[in-house]
């Protein structure tokens, strides 16, 4: 699976866009990018996932650039509770252990 | 509602003495894993389950046993805990089609004296 890199922290005031970048230059035609994000101490949470389209749910929108190199989360009004570790994950669609490999993900702190 | 459901959530033991952390999900999942969380380490897979009596290793399996006897339970068995499995740990489940969306329990922390 194709390595992520992502900023250590950001912040972010309450009532803004979050936006947080994920680079994965090395991701191939059929990886997948998916988001989660844990909030302290808790199970991770799945947010979203796309391929090569922009994607939007309930939570928030994946925008995956063209050339699939880099992808932005945006979180459209984040409030206190959104505060977490967001971990960006490339993995391939198929393959026998289904494992995702969490790195060190991105500390967001929205501020009131 | 759709859930992973980890027991107990907080356990305090000694070195030595066999236990177990259940998992049960009610989603009718065929994949089922656990992972440890370590500072500094991030989630490492343990084990995993690809069906009923199906197991293999993940990552970081030694000084662990699990079984799979029914879909929905996917226990994580210490026969021997030392202090350095002293961590949280994660059950997760995720259906066929969606492989990389899966359902994460609520964590399991575990300090070995």
């Known amino acids: 699976d194709a390595k992520t890199t992502q900023p250590t922290s950001m912040d972010c005031a309450e009532g803004r866009a979050a936006n947080l970048p994920c680079n994965h230059s090395?991701?191939?035609?059929?990886?997948?990018v998916y988001w989660y994000r844990q909030i302290h101490s808790q199970g991770p949470q799945y947010i979203i996932h796309?391929?090569?389209n922009n994607e939007t749910n309930e939570m928030a929108s994946l925008i995956i650039t063209e050339d699939r190199k880099s992808s932005t989360l945006i979180l459209p009004h984040a409030t206190l509770r959104d505060t977490a570790v967001y971990y960006c994950?490339?993995?391939?669609?198929?393959?026998?252990?289904?494992?995702?490999?969490f790195g060190k993900g991105t500390l967001l702190t929205v501020n009131p | 509602e759709a859930q992973v459901t980890q027991n107990p959530r907080y356990l305090i033991t000694v070195t030595g003495k066999k236990l177990t952390v259940t998992c049960s999900q009610n989603?009718?999942?065929?994949?089922m894993s656990w992972y440890r969380q370590d500072p500094g380490l991030g989630l490492r897979q343990i084990y995993y389950?690809?069906?009923?009596?199906?197991?293999d290793k993940g990552d970081v399996p030694e000084g662990y046993k699990v079984s799979r006897k029914e879909k929905r339970n996917f226990p994580l068995i210490l026969e021997s805990p030392s202090p350095n499995q002293t961590s949280l740990y994660f059950c997760?489940?995720?259906?066929?089609?969606?492989?990389?969306?899966?359902?994460f329990g609520a964590g399991t922390r575990l300090s070995v004296l």
């Open positions: 997760a489940s995720s259906g066929g089609s969606g492989r990389g969306v899966q359902n």
């Open positions: 090395t991701i191939s035609g059929n990886e997948y």
């Open positions: 796309g391929l090569k």
């Open positions: 994950i490339v993995r391939r669609s198929g393959g026998s252990n289904y494992k995702l490999t």
């Open positions: 989603m009718n999942h065929e994949y």
């Open positions: 389950s690809m069906n009923v009596e199906v197991t």
